[in-house]
T-cell receptor, first 117, second 111 residues
Framework: AQSVTQLGSHVSVSEGALVLLRCNYS??????LFWYVQYPNQGLQLLLK??????LVKGINGFEAEFKKSETSFHLTKPSAHMSDAAEYFC???????????????FGGGTRVLVKP | NAGVTQTPKFRVLKTGQSMTLLCAQD?????MYWYRQDPGMGLRLIHY???????AKGEVPDGYNVSRLKKQNFLLGLESAAPSQTSVYFC??????????FGAGSRLTVL
């Protein structure tokens, strides 16, 4: 069974500082990995995803994540935090190829980011 | 450009009451999902559907039923609500597996 662990349920960063959100996964097959963002009182939006190919993935709003198979990690970073980055971030994993019937995402517990001025 | 629409947005129930949450998508997506979100637990899959007329159980299906009579709609039912079902419920749909589009959520409180 697949699983996702996000280290730190809350992260506080200063505006302009590096944002680093940690995600480790467990999967019996090569995983597909995702980061979603949830702004207050809204649904989740896809930030970026890794399927195959380049291990450094760039997403929206200046975020990127690197897939490290040896470390079973998919950490999310942004060089310079902005006030608008305050939200909750979820890492997710799926272990079946796109299009396979029954494929489902398993989510981590989420990390809430607070940005201080 | 509605995307995924959930109704109602808020509901308060008494223990034992029943209700249905409606999810509608206008993107012609094959796959639809119901998740519940609880603090510190992320999102957990309740039921999902891979096409009109099909449904399947997810990680936490007990106490819920679903139906997908039309491709664009996915209904989540609670036959006898319990306080443990107090949660925020999210519907999502996708064309390609894993690239989910989420609704804004439905907050349910069971007293």
């Amino acid at each position: 069974a697949q699983s996702v662990t996000q280290l730190g349920s809350h992260v506080s960063v200063s505006e302009g500082a590096l944002v680093l959100l940690r995600c480790n996964y467990s999967s019996s097959v090569p995983p597909y990995l995702f980061w979603y963002v949830q702004y207050p009182n809204q649904g989740l939006q896809l930030l970026l995803k890794y399927t195959t190919g380049a291990t450094l993935v760039k997403g929206i709003n200046g975020f990127e994540a690197e897939f490290k198979k040896s470390e079973t990690s998919f950490h999310l970073t942004k060089p310079s935090a902005h006030m608008s980055d305050a939200a909750e971030y979820f890492c997710a994993v799926s272990d079946l190829p796109e299009g396979a019937a029954g494929n489902k995402l398993t989510f981590g517990g989420g990390t809430r980011v607070l940005v201080k001025p | 450009n509605a995307g995924v629409t959930q109704t109602p947005k808020f509901r308060v129930l008494k223990t034992g009451q029943s209700m249905t949450l409606l999810c509608a998508q206008d993107m012609n997506h094959e796959y639809m999902y119901w998740y519940r979100q609880d603090p510190g637990m992320g999102l957990r899959l309740i039921h999902y559907s891979v096409g009109e007329g099909t449904t399947a159980k997810g990680e936490v299906p007990d106490g819920y039923n679903v139906s997908r009579l039309k491709k664009q709609n996915f209904l989540l039912g609670l036959e006898s609500a319990a306080p443990s079902q107090t949660s925020v419920y999210f519907c999502a749909s996708s064309y390609l597996m894993g690239d989910l589009t989420f609704g804004a959520g439905s907050r349910l409180t069971v007293l």
